[in-house]
């Protein structure tokens, strides 16, 4: 009986600790954003108008897996701002807007609820630019409403079947009652430890910028509803995108893809080139040593391929040979190997 309580005891004081440090992630990082009701759930949005002189149509920025709007908002915002419309949204049950229904464990299903916030923010069609598992989001709006679609551009996509699973968290997170309680007591204090080593495996082998984790508040998945529903849209993913790629074919918005060939995180010989043999008329921008992050580590190409998507004469793959060469250039020689904790296996 005595070491019962003494587990119970260390097991409440455990969850005690999580819920004040998510707390204190919440202050650290609080919404700067708008939550907007899209019927039944808010969704979170920066919408930033653009000035009379703009020359690029809407554009709807897509996170990736483990992240919110700010990792987009500070990709882009200075590079686009005053020449678009730019709508930055957190996913269902990312950030700081509310999951809503079952459906939003989809790809689908938050492409319908970012549809949905385009028409509560007025804007009708748009560029859609989807990082990582936001890649997944935007081919499935590009498919299934063609009509608000201009253009998309797939930054490391994740959006086919590849061979394995996904991490341990991932798998654990989602279980029933267990999955509760090692959201509640071991991934904020795990993941509070790993958080520069893992930000940086993101990145790598390119250096990940200096402000990067005060600017985009990535310890905002460590919160444990966050997380949760961070690990359900990972474990669904598979069996989505398996069903789903086979129509990728379906695609007719201009289409341009840019990868690296040392992404650790997505196996881009699988999803780049795969959305680039499916879609016609596609682009495939193939960037040597260039890690999981093209939105920040080549964001000129990635404007660049924006520009071109809207209609106007770019040469991206020599955009993209000029990005290449400033890589290679300054490649490292060597990368020391490390375990990531947070991202789940290579997808």
Known sequence: MFPALLILAALALTIAYSLYQARRITARFPNGGELVDIGGFHMNCVHIRPSAAADLPPIVFIHGASGNLLDQLHAFRPALEGRAEMLFVDRPGHGYSERGGPSNARPDGQADAIVR?????????????????????????????????????????????????????????????????????????????????????????????????ANTAPHLVLRPATFQHNAVDIANLHAYVTRMSPRYAEISAPTVVITGDKDAIVLAEIHSRGLASAISGSELLWIANLGHKPDYVVTDLVVAAIEKVSGMTRDLQEIARRAEARLVGGAPKEDAPYTPVIPSEPI
């Open 117 to 213: 916030l385009m028409e509560k923010r007025g804007i009708s069609q748009a560029i859609i630019v989807g990082h990582s598992f936001g890649a997944a989001i935007a081919a499935s709006l590009a498919l299934h409403h063609p009509d608000r679609t201009l253009g998309v551009v797939l930054l490391a996509p994740a959006t086919h079947p590849w061979p394995g699973g996904v991490d341990w968290h991932v798998k654990l997170a989602t279980l029933p009652l267990l999955g509760w309680l090692f959201a509640h007591t071991i991934v904020i204090p795990l993941g509070l430890r790993r958080i520069d080593s893992v930000t940086q495996l993101i990145f790598r082998p390119n250096p990940r910028p200096a402000d990067y984790i």
